[in-house]
């Protein structure tokens, strides 16, 4: 027998080869983070439970708050945590066309690299700075948010704030520095109920192994940001109160008002040419319907049909085609718009009507998506080229360079921007058009608002003309109206909402939905707006809030990232 014992070298320990971590260890963070966007996803309609929203974040903030993120590359993880999200949230992107998928597949893709961004500036200013997460985690969220909602045109839509657009006395924050403002609490909050979750729970998220996710907090810490978070809802919530119990008061004495009949029809868009028989039947019960108004409401000053209502029928419109001469429009429009809009059999007593379509101006071989509206002798009154275009939807970004993506692209190299507002003047009464998600752009409305009232023209109210039938019926509609929505509270403005397969809606100056069309169903809204003098510090400061929120993260995050490097 030998001398020498052979020893195992697991038992020594030198040679030995380090098992790999278990799998949840591996990806706890894109589990963390996916629990995060999961209960985000959960928030937003279609499931709409909006009281998620105030607890979404809590996930993401245990990750920032955490001495160390587990697994490799952990914001990896996270971007692909975020991008399951905004696949989910924008699932109706490629409905209308195939070629579509690829627009579906980009803007997820781009928004979902805020997810590991907004960690990683805000871990930076927690563990690097040792700010407290109760400031650093808003000030970050709603800067990011804010990027996201400008950069590159702007992809303002599923904003954290939009999660409680149904419920008016948390929205009215929205006048200060817009729908951030919210988002800024929410966020606040979040950390606070993280906080909460925390020391009730103590003991059972401690973790004994030295590679611990478990913050280093004191409970004092803890209990700060509890006391900050419910401070601060509770001076929204007293906000909300007063702002809703708010006087109204008139801006003139003449008792000036309009009575508008909104027509949201039931038209899925889709990509085939119209037979002879479609044409005159939907002329016919274009008629049709604009009658009924008429006769249900006899007082009635403006009927308004959605966007893109009557681009099937360019006769009507001297600018469609250059074929077709001004003196021959003007008379179809005439004996159209009469027979549409008025009640006896001579075609008299008519309303205006404000509509939109595709329009072209033969002189610059330009075409634009258009409001106009048609007085009562069948005229063209005012016409409002849109100014903010639909990424993939009415523009495909580099087909100017490339000409081989129109080929692909269902709407070829797409349409052109206008540059300035319109107000439409009725009844003392001026009303400002935006069409589609141009009203999902907060920074836009603001501006065209502003612009209006220098020219003395301030709009009394806004309304958005929209044709939503790309999306049947889908949560895109929810997503919409809720942008909607905080334009009347962030402009301090009636919001009328005139769409196609819905949601049509009546909107005050408080953002309460006083009325909502169906889902994908035919209807009629009659809504009375009165010029009050309401307004708002957004129109005044703006974006500055969250700029400076956003430079103030970039510039302490870039000073961290340079001190590593150097």
Known sequence: MSKHTTIPKTAVGQDAEASPPPLEERYKTFLVGALSMALLWLAFPPVGLSWLGWFALCPMI??????????????????????????????????????????????????????????????????????????????????????????ATGMAMVCLSHTQYRTPLLIQVADIFGAYTLTFVISLVSVGITATIKLCFAKKLTEPSSTSHQPDHSKGNNRLSIAIACLTFIATIVYGSAKLGEDVKLKSANDSQLVIALIQTNDDVVFRPITVEEFFDGRQRKIEITQAARKKWSDLDLIVWPESAFSSYPDLLSDVSPEITSRKAAAAR???????????????????????????????????????????????????????????????????????????????????????????????????????????????????????????????????????????????????????????????????????????????????????????????IRSLVRPTTRTSLYRTVGDVIPMIMLIIATALFALDFYQKRS
């Open 62 to 151: 245990w990750l920032i708050e955490s001495k160390t993120l587990a697994g490799r590359r952990p914001y990896r993880q996270l971007f692909f945590a975020g991008l399951f999200f905004w696949l989910s949230v924008f699932y109706f992107i490629p409905i209308p066309h195939p070629a579509l998928w690829l627009g579906w597949l980009t803007v997820s893709a781009y928004m979902a690299i805020y997810t590991p961004l907004s960690v990683v500036f805000a871990r930076s200013l927690v563990h690097r700075f040792q700010i407290p997460s109760v400031i650093a985690v808003p000030v970050v969220w709603t800067g990011i948010e804010w990027f996201r909602c400008n950069f």
């Open 334 to 524: 005439t004996k159209f718009w009469k027979k549409a809009t008025s009640l006896s059999p001579l075609n008299e007593n008519s309303v205006p009507l404000l509509t939109g379509g595709a329009t072209l101006d033969p002189k610059q071989n330009t075409h634009f998506a258009s409001a106009f509206l048609i007085n009562n002798n069948g005229l063209v009154d005012s016409r409002y080229y849109k100014n903010h275009l639909v990424m993939f939807g009415e523009y495909v970004p580099l087909s100017g360079w490339f000409p081989i993506i129109k080929k692909f692209s269902p709407i070829g190299g797409g349409i052109n921007a206008g540059t300035e507002p319109v107000s439409i003047r009725i009844n003392d009464v001026n009303l400002s058009p935006n069409i589609c998600f141009e009203s999902t752009v907060p920074h836009y409305i603001r501006k065209q608002v502003n612009q209006l009232a220098e020219q003395n023209n301030e709009p009394d109210a806004l309304i958005n003309m929209t044709n939503d039938g790309w999306f049947f019926g889908t949560s895109c509609l929810d997503l919409h109206l809720a942008c909607n929505v905080f334009r009347a509270v962030e402009m301090r403005k009636p919001h009328l909402v005139c769409a196609n397969t819905g949601l049509s809606a009546e909107i005050d100056a408080c953002g309460r939905l006083l009325q909502t069309g169906g889902r994908r169903q035919p209807g009629m």
